[in-house]
């Protein structure tokens, strides 16, 4: 490392990475920790029982099997194909977690590539609980460099911001030192990907990209550790992360929010744990529509409908307006905001039932549908908040509204530890008996008191 190296970006996260120890992460935050990984648990649990996930464990057996688990399905992976596959099983449903500024899923590589790595290399709990804290760290911090701008320009920083905290996840558990720590993320900003290409027609390839992440940040890590150099301005060069990947959006960065506060303010405390199974930016008017839904509003009863959301989010949730008002599949319901709303209104929830195919090509909600528009928020806070609000013209001249303006789940707005054990449950249920999901739900809240290993065994048992 050169001596004009020395304190950027990188330099400062591998140093952070190389001292971070279990003690010095606050027992809230720990606690927190801990809560995230078994939301994530129970998606992973649910998703089990859909078709992507037996066409990816299918790919993963051709290439080859390994001694690495997988969570819920009792399959034996090579580690990089099974952190691959858990991922994938976090994300499927896209019912995981988002940090808010980042606009970034980081549990969702984070927790699976510190649970495969670690039980590889035999690690404790402990040491699983402080590699997963210092990928989320790194992870949520970078991505909120770019201000919610990745989204604007097509990459998904779940993918493309992921693998620089996997990166440092694989490094932290093979003891790498602060000089291979910062190599490590020089060389995953080669591989780290993340396509928004799958908003056109629902591809599934969204649910691979944090996976991807793991395996790009642990083949940058080994490589680092075998003397493998990569360069040492990953994210302010001339070719670095944000300039090559944000053009003219480079000039709104503040490079400052990636170490800010670094190992004072613990960004997990900042995670918003989703109460929705959709895109979070659908997650303001869908609760709206399903309060107004409860006050009375009935669907044969509305003229029209209209929708305040972000301006930053309407690429993302609200065009184009003819896809989003006739989903063809349930990736593209998760991402319609007229669909969130219509079912609100409708049925008075959004949920996983909501989106199977004869829910969201009922006639009833492709009519409703039909009767709504958006506008931009002007009282938006986003990114901080995922704020959106419903507006609704009755037959009768009435005119109805609610607001979310901090969206349910969000840091200022929380989810419980108790709620987050709630929705483990109702979605571990779907795939496993309850004594067992009460066996994993003890085994994640105690990962601290045991082996990464011992967690990764109980954890893949077959449902």
């Known amino acids: 490392m050169t001596a004009s190296a020395e304190n950027n970006i990188a330099a400062t996260l591998a140093r952070f990475a190389a001292g971070l120890h279990y003690e010095a992460i606050p027992e809230a935050a720990r606690e927190r920790a801990k809560h995230l990984i078994l939301d994530a648990v129970g998606i992973a649990l649910a998703s089990t029982g859909y078709e992507f996930a037996q066409r990816t464990l299918s790919a993963a057996r051709?290439?080859?099997?390994?001694?690495?688990?997988?969570?819920?399905?009792?399959?034996?992976?090579?580690?990089?194909?099974?952190?691959?596959?858990n991922a994938t099983l976090v994300h499927g449903l896209d019912f995981d977690d988002t940090h808010g500024r980042g606009v970034i899923h980081a549990t969702a590589s984070c927790f699976p590539a510190a649970l495969g790595i670690a039980a590889q290399y035999q690690s404790s709990g402990?040491?699983?609980?402080?590699?997963?804290?210092?990928?989320?760290?790194?992870?949520?911090?970078?991505?909120?460099?770019?201000?919610?701008?990745?989204?604007q320009v097509g990459f998904h920083p779940t993918g493309l911001i992921g693998s620089f905290g996997c990166a440092l996840i694989a490094g932290k558990l093979q003891q790498q030192t602060a000089a291979q720590l910062a190599m490590a993320q020089g060389i995953v900003l080669s591989t780290a990907s993340g396509s928004l290409e799958f908003l056109e027609d629902g591809a599934w390839t969204k649910r691979m990209h944090p996976g991807w992440a793991g395996v790009a940040g642990l083949t940058a890590a080994t490589l680092a550790r075998h003397g493998f150099t990569g360069p040492q301005a990953v994210y302010e060069g001339r070719f670095g992360l944000f300039k090559s990947h944000l053009g003219e959006r480079e000039a709104e960065c503040d490079y400052t929010l990636a170490t800010a506060d670094l190992?004072?303010?613990?960004?997990?405390?900042?995670?918003?744990?989703?109460?929705?199974?959709?895109?979070?930016?659908?997650?303001?008017?869908?609760?709206?529509?399903?309060?107004?839904?409860?006050?009375?509003?009935?669907?044969?009863?509305?003229?029209?409908?209209?929708?305040?959301?972000?301006?930053?989010?309407?690429?993302?949730?609200?065009?184009?307006?003819?896809?989003?008002?006739?989903?063809?599949?349930?990736?593209?319901?998760?991402?319609?905001?007229?669909?969130?709303?219509?079912?609100?209104?409708?049925?008075?929830?959004?949920?996983?039932?909501?989106?199977?195919?004869?829910?969201?090509?009922?006639?009833?909600?492709?009519?409703?549908?039909?009767?709504?528009?958006y506008h931009i928020d002007p009282q938006s806070g986003f990114p901080r908040h995922y704020s959106g609000e419903v507006l609704v013209t009755l037959r009768d001249g009435r005119e109805l509204r609610h607001r979310e303006a901090i969206n349910r789940g969000a840091a200022d707005r929380p989810l419980s530890s108790a709620d987050i054990v709630a929705k483990f449950l109702d979605n571990a249920h779907t795939a496993v008996a309850p004594q067992r999901a009460q066996t994993i739900l003890d085994a994640v809240l105690d990962l601290d008191g045991g082996s990464a290993r011992a967690l990764s065994r109980v954890l893949a048992a077959a449902a």
């Not at 051709?62 to 596959?85: N, P």
């Not at 210092?134 to 201000?147: D, F, I, Q």
Request: proline share 5%.
């Open 62 to 85: 051709e290439l080859g099997e390994g001694d690495s688990d997988v969570i819920g399905l009792g399959a034996k992976l090579s580690l990089r194909d099974a952190m691959l596959l």
């Open 263 to 373: 190992g004072e303010v613990w960004e997990v405390g900042e995670v918003a744990v989703k109460p929705v199974p959709a895109c979070h930016f659908t997650h303001a008017v869908a609760d709206s529509a399903v309060i107004l839904h409860g006050q009375g509003v009935r669907a044969e009863d509305i003229v029209r409908i209209t929708a305040l959301v972000p301006k930053e989010t309407i690429g993302i949730v609200c065009e184009p307006q003819a896809a989003k008002r006739k989903p063809a599949n349930s990736y593209e319901a998760q991402f319609s905001v007229h669909y969130a709303i219509a079912s609100g209104l409708l049925r008075g929830r959004f949920g996983l039932p909501d989106l199977e195919p004869e829910a969201f090509t009922d006639p009833a909600a492709l009519a409703l549908m039909d009767r709504i528009d």
């Open 126 to 151: 402990r040491d699983l609980l402080t590699a997963y804290v210092l990928g989320m760290e790194v992870a949520t911090r970078v991505a909120a460099v770019a201000k919610g701008g990745f989204h």
